[in-house]
């Protein structure tokens, strides 16, 4: 069949998603292809950098078609770790949806979600149950969608007494790799990271004060005067950087018509880092009329 027959090329990023909600759910790329009828090369040229090149950011239309038709109730056998599961249920957590709220949305009691909190396997169907939940609600408000506000604020600070990450610190492709780190401030193991935390209120994590500890050490040479002065100005530097990311951002999508990914890629941070930059400095009233 010629390519062009394959219809016009169109954003993969919806593709993209469902191939990574499938792999979570413990379905390998070779069973996607044969249940899709994509080639293997096309699906992994969509998820990875290859022989340098970024991944595609466009697909062909029947292709992407054909990967969306693909459920993992179909095909995910067996059982998988529970670690993406738990992140995502603690990320939309910490965003104030309840377990009430979470139980109606993935298919299951609330107390269930209790019980696969505590799980380390769950069942390739269940995981895919709770990312497809969480690609539907990570950017929504709560509120909005009927959590009453007192659950929301309760869960919300539980949450966050926990050290749970909210869905901007977690990049969509590792947040199923254990060994994978939350990106709180998109400068996460660094000073400037750990000065992010501050200034903005969060939660601290590890290895940003792992990070300062070893900033102290090396500057402890200096006298406290000089030490001092170039503390305050990491701190100055952390407090201005993600609003000029959320302004920066805001003008390549706006005048340049760029994709969340394309505008988080050309100022070298995460689209992640990026949608967070912009829910934490919104756009004055007077700017967005």
Request: aromatic residues 6%; charged residues 20%; hydrophobic residues 40%.
């Amino acid at each position: 069949m010629s390519r062009y027959a394959l219809g016009p090329l169109i954003d993969a990023e919806p593709a993209r998603r469902h191939i990574r909600n499938l792999m979570a759910a413990g379905v390998s790329i070779v069973r996607i292809a044969e249940a899709s009828g994509v080639n293997h090369a096309a699906i992994s040229r969509t998820l990875y950098t290859i022989g340098g090149r970024p991944p595609s950011v466009r697909m062909r239309k029947q292709y992407v078609d054909q990967l969306l038709t693909v459920r993992a109730e179909d095909v995910a056998t067996g059982s998988v770790a529970a670690i993406g599961s738990h992140r995502r249920i603690q990320a939309l957590m910490a965003k104030g949806w309840t377990q009430l709220s979470l139980g109606s949305h993935i298919g299951c009691h609330p107390r269930y979600v209790t019980h696969l909190m505590r799980r380390a396997v769950v069942f390739g169907t269940t995981a895919a149950a709770v990312a497809a939940a969480y690609d539907q609600l990570w950017n929504r408000d709560p509120l909005q969608h009927g959590v009453p506000l007192g659950p929301s604020n309760w869960v919300r600070n539980y949450a966050r007494k926990e050290g749970w990450a909210p869905p901007g610190a977690w990049d969509d492709e590792t947040i199923d790799d254990p060994q994978a780190h939350p990106d709180w401030t998109g400068h996460c193991g660094t000073d400037r990271g750990y000065w992010m935390h501050r200034r903005q209120s969060l939660p601290m994590c590890d290895r940003c004060e792992t990070a300062h500890a070893a900033w102290l050490a090396e500057h402890e040479h200096l006298g406290g005067q000089a030490r001092n002065k170039r503390m305050f100005a990491a701190r100055a530097a952390a407090s201005t950087h993600e609003a000029d990311i959320a302004t920066d951002g805001r003008e390549l999508m706006r005048v340049s018509g760029l994709s969340y990914d394309l505008a988080a890629e050309r100022l070298g941070v995460t689209k992640q880092h990026l949608q967070q930059a912009l829910i934490r400095h919104p756009e004055p009233a007077t700017t967005a009329a």
